[in-house]
């Protein structure tokens, strides 16, 4: 029996769904879903097996592992029997690269052999597929039915899907007025940055204030250090003495900055979005570098993620680990530009950023500005405190 | 008035152009059909040979002369390509365009025949006027490019199978700009080129066309790049792609990323090189032409700094160079790169739509959607008629038959005599 009619005849049931209260599923069409979820069978052949874990297992720079998943697919192509909710099964443990090789081919499978609306629907409320699987299967049953679209997605603004997640949340903010409780739901459970803005902002229009900065987890809080040398863009991979203190666990009052002693500068962040605005800081300094030091405690250890935007060229150490290293200026900034898995221990955690801006000329490269956040893998700032 | 001697010269070039022409052409694909459009700008790179005849007069708004749209989920700002009964486009849709898509429609019906979907593996950050799905996908009539801002390739056959896939951000994980990247796609010599050039993992791929497999890599400079790599056939019988960047304008044998030759020279990092008649026509210092039928490196032929493309690539037709710098089509004389004549294009927003050719009229796409159709047939070039789509244009249009085919950021547009 297959792995998908095995989990769910155990007993593993989508979790109870989160609504904005108004109607939900239909009762019929609710029951739809479920007789199609109980009907689905699947069988497995030994060879498209193969071939499916062939695809799976595709890792970056293997030139091998991409010949034999072309050989693979072509294999795929050709198989008659094959099922398309066995290749999305195969979706859930597979890399990165196999995720997007199993899409082909699903996407293929389906057309010259779709399985049924209610298979399909089976498998979008198996929460324990793989999310994008599961998107993709949203996507084939709603495109062109704004009713199921609509349906569907009433009940899925906490899909841990971020994609299903991010379109039940924008179905749910089309209305122009919504309560204030409406929107502290949507809150909750929003991770999409530009939809958390918005929400805030709609809350801050009914006069319920949310502190922004700190609902992501921005690190609002550095001790600044700079400016030291960068004239041609040479210092980003010159290590001042500062990272080797850092890294040493020791920070002298003062360094020795491009033009004479520099000393460290207390900055607390008001900005919405956690800026740190190193322009404005540093008077428009070019050519520079600019060190910032915070340190985050927190109370066991935590797997979590540090997420960055810079538009200038920058490195970030935690806990004297080399997490992020971006030498690229000016060429867009975004909330969660740059993003890196990362372990805080419980207590104190040292967090160093080193940003370097160039000596572009043009209006548009002037910017010098920095943002961190930490928080779960999902987006959800986790609690953390800044040692002062 | 030109002088006897003048004239004379100018005869001594036009007979080795006429020579030249028979061994330098424009990269043509061994499979596709002529009336295949191929690629961004086309086998011809812009259309220069299409005797297509279409429309003047076309309307988004009343249907007139619009054959068929298609509205397509997301956004696109790259051109559609052409593979016998097919019209091939992308678009990048879902959260933060991170589900990137490559659709398949009958040319005579817009009635859709396939469609593949993947999620971005790079950042699929860009500017708003820009796309995940900027780049024109690329096919040699059996196989079907598709390229990413966000570096993802994917390749399928006509049927829309996956024959491979890659994450050029997996596999260089500094590929990038945030900006947004857009440099088509080329497959010559059964080998996909692609241009992946910014501050970061700065490169060209050369990749198998089968299996996607690395068949060559050349480090680029680490400078942020727009411009596409362009196809060209030397006189040897030699298939190569030229790459210009800020730094640099080199030749590569794609079979196996051999350099046959490279030059020391700042080109234009939007608008893309084009081949005619034996010159290679390069936005740099305006627009410079080289000598593509000596051998080594190409001698300088003539520059022209009124022929300034900006964000247009260029295109020649009937020893006409055509350019557009802003609102204004500035055409040149292809031997010489003397401006003959000048022409505003009123009320035209920004440019960005490369514009193409089909028989003595040129057809360029303002941003905006409008469509100015300027008959070449004289003298001066002439505007005869402004259409408007309705539909924000920034890829170039492609042409098949007696229709063109316009990748509109929400729709696909079919535009012949129905």
């Given amino acids: 029996m297959s792995k998908y009619l095995d989990r769910f005849t155990k007993g593993v049931r989508p979790s109870k769904k989160l609504t904005l209260g108004s109607k939900g599923l239909s009762r019929s069409f609710a029951l739809t879903l479920s007789l199609g979820f109980f009907t689905t069978t699947i069988s497995y052949a030994e060879t498209p097996q193969k071939a499916l874990e062939t695809l799976q297992k595709v890792q970056p720079n293997d030139d091998a592992a991409m010949a034999r998943a072309s050989q693979a697919a072509k294999e795929l192509a050709k198989e008659s029997d094959l099922n398309t909710l066995q290749v999305l099964q195969a979706m859930q443990g597979a890399s990165s690269i196999g995720k997007n090789w199993l899409l082909g081919i699903a996407n293929s499978t389906q057309r010259k052999k779709p399985v049924s609306k209610q298979e399909l629907e089976g498998f979008l409320r198996d929460t324990k597929q793989d999310p994008e699987a599961r998107y993709t299967v949203f996507r084939w049953l709603t495109d062109g039915d704004d009713s199921s679209r609509n349906q569907w997605l009433e009940t899925m603004l906490d899909d841990p899907s971020p994609e299903i997640r991010y379109e039940a949340i924008a179905k749910a903010l089309e209305p122009k007025e919504l309560s204030v409780e409406q929107l502290k739901t949507l809150l909750d459970v929003a991770r999409q940055p530009e939809q958390i803005v918005d929400l805030i902002a709609r809350l801050d229009k009914q006069g319920i204030k949310v502190n922004q900065s700190q609902h992501f987890g921005f690190l609002s809080t550095w001790k600044l250090l700079g400016p030291f040398d960068n004239t041609g863009s040479k210092s980003f991979n010159v290590a001042y003495p500062i990272e080797t203190d850092w890294l040493n666990g020791k920070l002298a009052e003062t360094y020795q900055g491009r033009s004479g002693d520099v000393k460290w500068i207390s900055e607390s962040s008001e900005d919405p979005d956690g800026l740190i605005d190193l322009a404005k800081i540093y008077n428009n300094e070019k050519g520079c570098v600019v060190f910032g030091v915070t340190e985050v405690e927190v109370p066991s250890n935590v797997r979590c993620e540090i997420r960055i935007g810079c538009i200038n060229a920058q490195k970030l150490w935690v806990n004297g680990e080399l997490i992020i290293a971006n030498e690229v200026y000016h060429t867009g900034m975004q909330v969660d530009q740059y993003i890196a898995p990362i372990e805080l221990k419980a207590g104190t955690n040292r967090i160093l950023i080193k940003v370097c801006q160039n000596e572009q000329k043009e209006v548009w490269a002037q910017r010098y500005i920095f943002q961190a956040r930490i928080c779960d893998s999902t987006g959800k700032a986790i609690p953390y405190t800044i040692k002062h | ?418």
């Fill in chain 2, 1 to 418: 008035m030109a002088t006897p001697s003048k004239n004379r010269h100018r005869f001594k070039k036009r007979a080795w152009l006429a020579t030249a022409i028979a061994l330098v052409t424009s990269f043509s694909h061994p499979i596709a059909s002529g009336e295949d459009w191929t690629q961004f700008r086309g086998p011809d790179l812009g259309g220069a040979a299409s005797k297509a005849k279409l429309p003047d007069t076309f309307d988004g708004e009343s249907g007139k002369n619009i054959a068929w749209k298609v509205a397509i989920p997301g956004r696109s700002v790259g051109g559609a390509i052409v593979i016998g009964d097919q019209v091939i486009t992308t678009t990048s849709d879902g959260m933060e365009q991170r589900r990137i898509r490559l659709l398949s429609y009958n040319k005579e019906t817009g009635k859709q025949n396939w469609e593949q979907q993947f999620v971005s593996r790079g950042r699929p950050y860009c500017h708003p006027t820009s796309a995940n799905a900027a780049p024109t996908p690329a096919s040699d009539g059996s196989h079907i490019v598709a390229f990413y801002s966000s570096n993802d390739v994917a390749c399928v056959d006509t049927s829309g199978n996956l024959l491979w896939y890659r994450s050029l951000a997996s596999d260089f994980p500094k590929a990038g700009n945030d900006v947004g990247m857009s440099a088509s796609p080329v497959i010559v010599d059964g080998v996909v080129v692609v241009q992946v050039e910014c501050q970061g993992d700065s490169f060209a791929l050369g990749m198998k066309v089968e299996d996607g497999t690395t068949v060559w890599k050349q480090d680029r400079p680490r400078k942020a790049n727009w411009a596409s790599p362009t196809p060209v056939k030397l006189p040897s019988g030699t298939l190569a792609v030229i790459l210009q960047s800020s730094d640099d304008l080199v030749a590569i044998e794609p079979s196996n990323g051999k350099q046959l030759w490279s030059m020391q020279t700042g080109c234009a990092t939007t608008p893309s090189a084009t081949v005619s008649g034996g010159k290679l026509i390069v936005p740099s210092g305006g627009l410079t032409a080289y000598d593509l039928s000596s051998t080594g490196v190409p001698s300088e032929l003539w520059k022209e700094n009124k022929l300034n493309p900006n964000a247009c690539s260029p295109l020649v037709a009937n020893d006409r160079v055509y350019t557009i710098n802003r609102t204004i089509l500035v055409c040149g004389d292809a031997f010489t790169g003397k401006v003959l004549w000048q022409l505003r294009i009123p009320d035209a927003n920004q440019i960005w739509s490369s514009p193409v050719i089909a028989g003595d009229k040129l057809l360029l796409f303002a941003m905006d959607g409008s469509c100015t159709v300027v008959s070449l047939a004289g003298e001066q070039g002439e505007i005869i008629q402004k259409n408007m789509l309705g539909d924000e244009v920034l890829g170039s249009p492609a042409i098949s038959e007696n229709a063109m085919y316009v990748r509109g950021a929400k729709n696909l547009w079919r535009i012949s005599e129905r």
